[in-house]
Structures are given as C-alpha cells and as structure tokens.
C-alpha cells in the first residue's frame, strides 16, 4: 500500500509466495505500480496486482508494463465477469489492445508475446457483495477466471456490517463461499488483519490468503514500540 519500490521489494525478500500491489485503495499511479514490480521481479515473490475498477483502460496500460495477475474488484454477474477476462485477452479471443514496444515483452525480446500472452494473464474476481455471492458458480464457469477471492471488508459494509467483517454472518458467508468453491474446482482466496487467521482459513479450503499490509506492519509495529518507550519512561 506504500507505493514504494524500495517497500515493495523489501517485503518481497521477506519470503511470502505472493504481494498484493493496492491500486484500489492506496496512492499508486501507474509509474509506481510498474517501479514496484521490477522491484518484485528481483525477488521471486509473485505479484498480485489489484485494480482500482473494472476499467479498461487501466487494465490495458498494466498488462502492457507487465502485470501478469490482476485481481477485479465487484464482479457481481457472469456478464461482468466474461467483460473483465475478454479485456485481458488479444483478438480474437478478447479486445486487449496490441502494441509491440511494451514492458510486458520485454521490449519485443520475447519475440512471440502476442501468440502467449492470453495464456499468461490470471485473472482473479473479487466477490465482494450478496448479489455477487448469489452468481457465485455462474462467474466460476466463466472461461478465464483463474480463481475467486473473497472481501470480507465489503461483504460486511453489503450485508449491513460495516466495519464488522468478523461478524458471525460474514464469517458464516465468507466459509460457505470457500465450500462452494471447492465444490465447483476454484482456487478461493481471501484477506484478514489477524495472522492467526491465517490457518484457520487454510483449514477451511481457501488457497491463498493475504494477511495485513506493508503501512500496517509498519504501524503496528512502530504503535508497540512507543508504546514500550512510553511505559519505561514512566517505569524509570
């Protein structure tokens, strides 16, 4: 979320399988988003990058600076669906528009990109809303949507929870979708604060989970530590 390079391959050296880059709430322009993934690419972790919207602009400018994985937000129908993945893919499969001279082939050095690229683009929707939930396997049969991932922050702001995503119904929503995803063979994802909740969702069948962030490691920790200066002062 810090729109650094340098923060971005620092978490990425850490050791995690993936990162998420947050264009949909934090402060990344275009130039960031591709500065953090050459800083990624050093590492070897995997970059997730995730869009502000469904726009296709946006999702054009960032196939083109080389992102391979983009994760939609508020895909609520199979319509929406079919339209994100028809715009990560070159015609006649899609309407991604072609250019040679881009970051993603390297500048031409990957001389067939254009015959490979639709089979290197993941696409992952985000379910973020009970309407979204109520099309769950129709968006899942979607050609082109890798895997699902669920928001538990929007789901509980739709259902009449905002600010509440450990909610009993959220919860109770967010591990039916996982068993709803195992039934019809997609990887399910997710995202909570709370690092032992990691293996909890693990448990239940999700197959990627993202926990916190780099500005709220940054925060927590830097919170513990005045805190610790504050009570050996007054201990002193």
């Given at each position: 979320?810090?729109?650094?390079?340098?923060?971005?391959?620092?978490?990425?050296?850490?050791?995690?399988?993936?990162?998420?880059?947050?264009?949909?709430?934090?402060?990344?322009?275009?130039?960031?988003?591709?500065?953090?993934?050459?800083?990624?690419?050093?590492?070897?972790?995997?970059?997730?990058?995730?869009?502000?919207?469904?726009?296709?602009?946006?999702?054009?400018?960032?196939?083109?600076?080389?992102?391979?994985?983009?994760?939609?937000?508020?895909?609520?129908?199979?319509?929406?669906?079919?339209?994100?993945?028809?715009?990560?893919?070159?015609?006649?499969?899609?309407?991604?528009?072609?250019?040679?001279?881009?970051?993603?082939?390297?500048?031409?050095?990957?001389?067939?990109?254009?015959?490979?690229?639709?089979?290197?683009?993941?696409?992952?929707?985000?379910?973020?809303?009970?309407?979204?939930?109520?099309?769950?396997?129709?968006?899942?049969?979607?050609?082109?949507?890798?895997?699902?991932?669920?928001?538990?922050?929007?789901?509980?702001?739709?259902?009449?929870?905002?600010?509440?995503?450990?909610?009993?119904?959220?919860?109770?929503?967010?591990?039916?979708?996982?068993?709803?995803?195992?039934?019809?063979?997609?990887?399910?994802?997710?995202?909570?604060?709370?690092?032992?909740?990691?293996?909890?969702?693990?448990?239940?069948?999700?197959?990627?989970?993202?926990?916190?962030?780099?500005?709220?490691?940054?925060?927590?920790?830097?919170?513990?530590?005045?805190?610790?200066?504050?009570q050996a002062i007054e201990t002193s």
């Open positions: 979320m810090c729109a650094s390079p340098n923060a971005a391959e620092a978490m990425g050296w850490i050791g995690f399988d993936f990162l998420t880059l947050d264009i949909e709430h934090a402060p990344h322009t275009l130039a960031d988003t591709t500065a953090c993934l050459r800083a990624m690419e050093l590492t070897g972790t995997m970059p997730i990058v995730r869009l502000p919207d469904q726009d296709a602009t946006e999702i054009k400018f960032l196939l083109d600076a080389g992102a391979r994985t983009l994760m939609v937000p508020m895909v609520e129908t199979p319509e929406e669906a079919a339209r994100v993945v028809s715009l990560t893919r070159y015609p006649p499969h899609g309407k991604r528009g072609y250019a040679l001279m881009t970051r993603a082939s390297r500048y031409t050095a990957i001389g067939d990109y254009a015959k490979i690229a639709d089979d290197t683009v993941t696409v992952i929707a985000q379910i973020e809303t009970p309407e979204a939930l109520a099309h769950l396997e129709e968006i899942a049969a979607v050609p082109g949507i890798d895997a699902l991932f669920i928001g538990p922050g929007d789901l509980s702001a739709a259902m009449d929870h905002r600010g509440n995503p450990g909610h009993e119904d959220v919860r109770a929503a967010v591990f039916d979708f996982v068993r709803r995803c195992e039934a019809v063979g997609k990887p399910a994802g997710t995202v909570f604060g709370a690092p032992e909740m990691v293996a909890e969702c693990f448990a239940k069948g999700f197959r990627f989970v993202a926990c916190a962030s780099d500005l709220a490691f940054m925060i927590g920790q830097a919170r513990g530590a005045l805190n610790r200066i504050r």
